[in-house]
């Protein structure tokens, strides 16, 4: 079993940053693809960025240029989001992909509003 939890959420002002974080645990393939998505209020859930144990990182058209993904080991993912907008207000989810199944963990908020 892989247990995923996302932690560094909250409100934000326009323009502003926020970094998440989100580490796996348990079960942990040596090759796997972390990431993150988001489901913005009354939408479907979309791609924020991806990025392979050994890989470049892939971003949503809508971030590149903002929003930056690295690895810290290969249990571990951040986003650091900067130049934040009203529209990236969503429920931002980690993702572990391994050749055994998809992880999930459960979400953290993240609301940008003056």
């Known amino acids: 079993q892989v247990y995923v939890v996302e932690s560094g959420g909250g409100l934000v002002q326009p323009g502003g940053s926020l970094r998440l974080s989100c580490v796996a645990s348990?079960?942990?393939?040596?090759?796997?693809?972390m990431g993150w998505y988001r489901q913005p209020p009354g939408k479907q859930r979309e791609v924020v960025a991806l990025?392979?144990?050994?890989?470049?990182p892939d971003y949503g058209d809508s971030v590149k240029g903002r929003f930056t993904i690295s690895r810290g080991n290969v249990n571990t993912v951040y986003l650091q989001m900067n130049s934040l907008k009203p529209e990236d207000t969503a429920v931002y989810y980690c993702?572990?992909?391994?050749?055994?199944?998809?992880?999930w963990g459960q979400g953290t908020q993240v609301t940008v509003s003056s």
């Open positions: 348990g079960t942990i393939f040596l090759d796997n693809t």
């Open positions: 993702s572990h992909k391994t050749s055994k199944g998809d992880y």
């Open positions: 990025i392979t144990t050994g890989g470049a």
